[in-house]
């Protein structure tokens, strides 16, 4: 296979040889059926996945949008299911949502068929995975990227984490659904694809630093899919099934990518983490929180300009080597507990366990900077202009100004600070602390 653009060549059963990276490629999603009326075939996905009773989990709002039609279309075809409607509209994915799912779930089923958004999929996931059943998905709304990958997205202990979990087995994504979405929601998923921008750029820059394992065969795909989903993106917010359905299928592209490459870089960097921290510190101090996929996009904006201001940096050894000296761990991490809340413990231990800040490591990772800086700075070339993508999202509607999310500027500031101490991944506010350059980013 010389590469794979699209759902029909990347599901191929039993997976194949990357012959870019020399690896083996494989999915467990089998078959996607997306398109105008395909709630009508879940008989037929059913029996695909060998079941023969199913248990379906959505939120009210969801049953709604296609739990009922769901049921009927099952029950009419003789297919017997039992359903549990979750308590909240609005679902939280944490421990008293999951907890709900497995108390409610009935064992005598043999299937698992989640109706909903990107919550009630990843409590579908985890209660797929820990109750050994295959996983049918029906979205009701093109909002994130989670449709088919692998991993959970949940708050635990006041912390964002990524559990793993069983992947879909099948998706059933009905676009006379998916159009009749909230608009909100289709700009969340199309927020969530142009993310990738970034991911894909910082990916890559890992790649130069750290040896981080890339494949640029799974890189093109997701940008194949993302620059599909941008020229739909005018069509979708008007609800044009058709264009919706694109911005489907970069989706589900990007989570199967996720699976390929067994991490989530292809899909998240930097504007994930900022989106991130803001969600902490709305468990934390019930300040306001959007859509995931909103505050992915909008984080865009300010990783695009600091990205711009940091290619016309010239990289000073000297300068980099004495701020990693003078770095103080300890006062970081109280300003840290203070802005993020409790889930800043998990964070302070990462980075014991971790070791980022230790200035031998520093020292090794700014000399490959050093040597490859011209490497790294046509990566930074690759990414479109926070002008041009800020005249895009204002085109669709898109907030641009933290205003339009209830935010200051200062807050934005204070969510990129502390971005880098979420996750082990290589991302901007690494390689600006690395370079000595301000911790909240040039340029923002």
């Given at each position: 296979m010389s590469g794979f653009t699209d759902l029909q060549t990347l599901l191929v059963q039993g997976g194949f040889d990357c012959p870019a990276c020399h690896t083996f490629h494989a999915v467990s999603l089998s078959r996607v059926r997306l398109?105008?009326?395909?709630?009508?075939?879940?008989?037929?996905?059913?029996?695909?996945?060998?079941?023969?009773?199913?248990?379906?989990?959505?939120?009210?709002?969801?049953?709604?949008?296609?739990?009922?039609?769901?049921?009927?279309?099952?029950?009419?075809?003789?297919?017997?299911?039992?359903?549990?409607?979750?308590?909240?509209?609005?679902?939280?994915?944490?421990?008293?949502?999951?907890?709900?799912?497995?108390?409610?779930?009935?064992p005598s089923?043999?299937?698992?068929?989640?109706?909903?958004?990107?919550?009630?999929?990843?409590?579908?996931?985890?209660?797929?995975?820990?109750?050994?059943?295959?996983?049918?998905?029906?979205p009701t709304a093109p909002s994130m990227d989670g449709y088919a990958s692998a991993s959970s997205s949940m708050e635990m202990g006041g912390l964002k984490v990524s559990l793993p979990s069983a992947a879909a087995s099948s998706i059933v994504a009905d676009t006379d659904v998916l159009a009749a979405a909230p608009r909100e929601m289709i700009l969340a998923g199309i927020g969530d694809m142009t993310a990738k921008y970034v991911s894909l750029a910082e990916w890559e820059i890992s790649h130069i630093i750290n040896d981080e394992y890339y494949c640029p065969e799974i890189a093109r795909m997701v940008r194949i899919s993302l620059e599909r989903v941008v020229r739909a993106a005018d069509a979708a917010v008007s609800g044009d099934p058709d264009a919706v359905a694109a911005v489907t299928e970069g989706l589900i592209l990007s989570g199967l990518a996720m699976e390929c490459a067994h991490l989530s870089r292809p899909a998240s960097g930097m504007e994930h983490y900022i989106s991130h921290i803001r969600d902490m510190r709305s468990l934390a101090f019930g300040t306001r929180a959007d859509l995931h996929g909103i505050q992915c996009g909008f984080a865009v904006l300010p990783v695009l300009r600091a990205y711009e201001a940091l290619r016309a940096v010239t990289p000073d050894r000297e300068r980099a080597l004495a701020h990693a000296r003078s770095f103080d761990w300890a006062a970081h991490a109280a300003v840290m507990r203070d802005a993020v809340g409790p889930g800043a413990e998990a964070m302070i231990r990462l980075e014991e366990k971790e070791g980022k800040y230790d200035p031998a490591r520093h020292a090794v990772r700014l000399e490959r900077i050093l040597a490859r800086w011209d490497d790294l700075t046509a990566v930074m070339r690759s990414l479109p202009s926070a002008v041009s993508m800020t005249a895009f999202y204002r085109r669709i509607g898109f907030p641009t100004e933290p205003e339009g999310l209830g935010m200051t500027a200062d807050e934005v500031r204070l969510l990129i600070r502390f971005a880098a101490d979420i996750r082990d991944k290589y991302v901007l506010t690494r390689l600006l602390w690395d370079l000595g350059e301000p911790a909240d980013g040039v340029g923002i």
């Open positions: 398109g105008r009326g395909t709630l009508g075939e879940l008989p037929a996905a059913m029996r695909e996945l060998g079941g023969t009773k199913g248990f379906l989990l959505a939120d009210p709002n969801t049953w709604a949008a296609a739990g009922e039609k769901a049921a009927s279309v099952l029950a009419s075809a003789g297919i017997p299911t039992a359903r549990h409607i979750l308590s909240s509209s609005r679902p939280a994915p944490d421990e008293r949502t999951m907890g709900e799912a497995v108390f409610r779930f009935d089923c043999d299937w698992i068929g989640g109706i909903g958004g990107g919550v009630v999929n990843d409590v579908c996931k985890l209660l797929a995975k820990t109750s050994g059943r295959p996983y049918l998905y029906i």
